[in-house]
């Protein structure tokens, strides 16, 4: 699948999605923790154990991210509430939806100039 971009921001881009993972510039990452910086693998804990230790690069974005777009795989899992709490406690909020859909959701907000971060679990 092609994901075609809607408008241009600097950055990183999803182009598109490969077996189980998402074409970033010239690189394929099965699991993404994306920026408006950079991209990067991720290998994730489980969706029930993810704590924001696993998103300590995101967390790490100057300013932080207005939200957090969760790719939860190939279908839409709530995550734990303690993680959203901890989250929002930090003052970002958390977007989840599928892995598919958050690929497309990081291309729209991006081309709106949106400062957000996105981690992405593999497609199953």
Do not use: C, N, Q
């Amino acid at each position: 699948m092609r994901l075609d971009k809607a408008g241009r921001a600097e950055g990183p881009t999803i182009s598109g999605i490969v077996g189980r993972g998402f074409r970033v510039d010239e690189g394929v990452y099965e699991g993404l923790l994306i920026t408006p910086e950079r991209a990067g693998g991720w290998s994730p804990p489980p969706l029930a154990e993810l704590s924001p230790d696993a998103l300590a690069p995101l967390l790490a974005l100057d300013p932080l991210p207005e939200f957090l777009i969760l790719g939860t795989g190939s279908r839409m899992l709530r995550p734990a509430p303690t993680l959203v709490a901890a989250l929002e406690a930090k003052g970002v909020g958390v977007e989840a939806m599928d892995s598919r859909a958050a690929a497309r959701a990081w291309g729209v907000l991006r081309a709106e100039l949106r400062w957000i971060a996105a981690a992405l679990y593999p497609l199953d």
